[in-house]
């Protein structure tokens, strides 16, 4: 069984800067897409980032978050992160980290198989 571990959240003011780490124990970090999804006040989750595997070669991003947003990975720490420059108060939501195992790069939230307990991040303005 897969778990996955959020951390980094927390309160910043907007312009500001927040790294989401997200730490994998239970299965083959590496043969993972990882991903980034939020949930925000009243609203549905949605998709942030995805980093494909093994290397991460090919990512993609929620366009209200390219060019301020960077995915990345550390298979030999088990770990992803999310790196979120530039913040802004709409991206204030629970953030969480999930993963599925296979080759095929995925961004669709229901192809996730595992998901952790989620993040705080709250923008203020």
């Known amino acids: 069984q897969v778990q996955l571990v959020e951390s980094g959240g927390g309160l910043v003011q907007a312009g500001g800067s927040l790294r989401l780490s997200c730490v994998a124990s239970?299965?083959?970090?590496?043969?993972?897409?990882m991903g980034w999804f939020r949930q925000a006040p009243g609203k549905e989750r949605e998709f942030v980032a995805a980093i494909s595997w093994p290397a991460g070669i090919t990512t993609s991003y929620a366009d209200s978050v390219k060019g301020r947003f960077t995915i990345s990975r550390d298979n030999a720490k088990n770990t992803q992160y999310l790196q979120m420059n530039s913040l802004k108060p709409e991206d204030t939501a629970v953030y969480y980290c999930?993963?599925?195992?296979?080759?095929?790069?995925?961004?669709?939230?229901?192809?996730?198989?595992?998901w952790g307990q989620g993040t705080q991040v709250t923008v203020s303005s």
């Open positions: 239970g299965g083959s970090f590496s043969t993972y897409n």
């Open positions: 999930a993963a599925v195992p296979g080759t095929v790069f995925r961004v669709r939230q229901d192809e996730y198989r595992y």
